[in-house]
């Protein structure tokens, strides 16, 4: 742990900006292993003017030394997350498998002498990793194999998640906001919530936000714009081959998008298609999925929970449906439309249209998640698992 000593995080008193000591703190519980120390004294002073701080934010991230995570660490650590007077402790879960590389990111954030910077642990046991975690980001999954059923894949990443949601009911802070991004990453979500009962539902979130980023750079290409002239872009449902992409809701310069694009066809057809399997096309190209998108869009899926949503405007995230106002079944974890006042908390958006077209596809969306929750009932505490998944049932990853 780069345990850079905070002593005075209260907001209104001075703190010293410049890092002290450090140490690397290994949070191991089997096998125990030596505590290393990495000392910060040779860094270079940075001013020690004073500044408002606010407190210590506990960020766990799980998957550390995975490839998201090495492109996210770095941003939480910057302050370009949270924001550039807000402290942040880093909680890295590995395990026994990446342990070493786990010492190795640890290293390199420390090195990397960000001032916001003020611990960073690393371990491999969620009990200990969570504990007192106010953000927690689980990204580490396994990754479908050749010739693995889907409902494996479901099977043991939702043993994952199950056991991570139980660690973060015992330890982590009460009010701890959870963005899954471990795929199949809606059901994982749903799985950790079960099993965490004393915290929210409303808390837990299903990564869409790479999606929706997705859709905007495909609409603003089309429309010959900027990507921030796109607006209130949902994306509906799972974050698989069936997420809808709605059109239908979306604004180009403020103005339906229907109004811009007057393809219908293309929307319809290829506009949808190509967001569906954008993260395929990536690995057929890249021979890995995304990562570094889906870094960024962690980064903007916590910036549209901790800073007020612009007016008018949306975003979207995979939440807890229920008293959702749509008509989408109850007890899921469903992509929609969502607004927050900063506070780490949403509401999600009343006033959407709907159309046959949108209604339809969002059906077989949820007609996909309903049957992953069947396959996984064994890990929700909802009796015995029943998997008759869709054929065309994928990640999209996978076409
Ligand atoms: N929601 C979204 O928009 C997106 C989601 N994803 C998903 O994010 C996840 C992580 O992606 P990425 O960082 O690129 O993956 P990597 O393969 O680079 O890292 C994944 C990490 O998962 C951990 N893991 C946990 N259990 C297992 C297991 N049984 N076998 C192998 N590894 C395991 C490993 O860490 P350790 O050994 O420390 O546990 C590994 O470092 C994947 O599930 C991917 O599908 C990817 C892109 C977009
Ligand atoms: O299937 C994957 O791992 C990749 C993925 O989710 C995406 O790119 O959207």
């Known amino acids: ?233 949902t994306i509906w449902g799972n974050h698989s081959t069936t997420q809808v992409p709605d059109f239908l809701n979306a604004k180009i310069n403020g103005r339906p998008v229907k109004e811009v694009i007057k393809d219908t066809k293309w929307l319809e057809d290829e506009f949808t298609k190509t967001v569906q399997k954008r993260g395929g096309v990536l690995i057929q190209k890249w021979g890995r999925s995304s990562a570094a998108s889906t870094a960024v869009s962690i980064v903007d899926a916590i910036r549209s929970l901790v800073n007020p949503t612009p007016e008018g405007d949306w975003f979207s995230t995979g939440v807890y449906t229920t008293g959702n106002p749509y008509g989408i079944a109850e007890d899921i974890v469903f992509s929609m439309p969502c607004r927050s006042k900063g506070d780490g908390d949403y509401e999600l958006v009343k006033d959407v249209a709907m159309d046959d077209f949108l209604w339809e596809r969002i059906k077989k969306s949820e007609a996909e998640l309903l049957a992953e929750k069947r396959c996984v009932a064994h890990l929700t505490g909802e009796g015995n698992a029943f998997c008759d998944l869709p054929g065309d049932t994928m990640l999209p990853g996978e076409m």
């Open 1 to 233: 742990m780069a345990a850079i000593d905070l002593s005075s995080p209260a907001r209104s008193s001075p703190a010293p900006l410049s890092p002290r000591r450090g140490s690397l703190h290994l949070l191991l519980r089997r096998p125990r292993r030596p505590t290393l120390r990495c000392s910060l004294d040779a860094a270079p002073k940075s001013d020690e003017k004073t500044k408002s701080w606010k407190s210590l934010v506990n960020v766990a991230v799980s998957g550390a030394a995975g490839m998201i995570s090495n492109h996210l660490l770095f941003k939480l650590a910057s302050g370009e997350v949270f924001g550039p007077d807000q402290p942040i402790a880093l909680k890295l879960l590995g395990s026994e498998r990446s342990i070493q590389a786990l010492e190795g990111v640890a290293m390199e954030l420390e090195d990397s002498l960000y001032p916001l910077l003020r611990e960073v642990s690393i371990g491999i046991d969620p009990y200990v990793v969570f504990e007192d975690a106010e953000w927690a980001l689980l990204i580490g999954a396994k990754p479908r194999g050749p010739g693995m059923e889907r409902s494996a894949l479901l099977d043991i990443n939702g043993q994952i998640f199950a056991e991570q949601g139980k660690a973060l009911n015992s330890v982590a802070s009460r009010n701890v906001k959870v963005i899954v991004v471990g795929n199949p990453c809606n059901t994982n979500a749903l799985i950790c919530l079960k099993n965490a009962p004393n915290i929210p539902a409303k808390n837990f979130h299903a990564l869409t936000r790479l999606d929706e980023n997705r859709a905007k750079c495909q609409l603003a290409l089309k429309a010959g714009v900027f990507y921030d002239k796109v607006s209130n872009m």
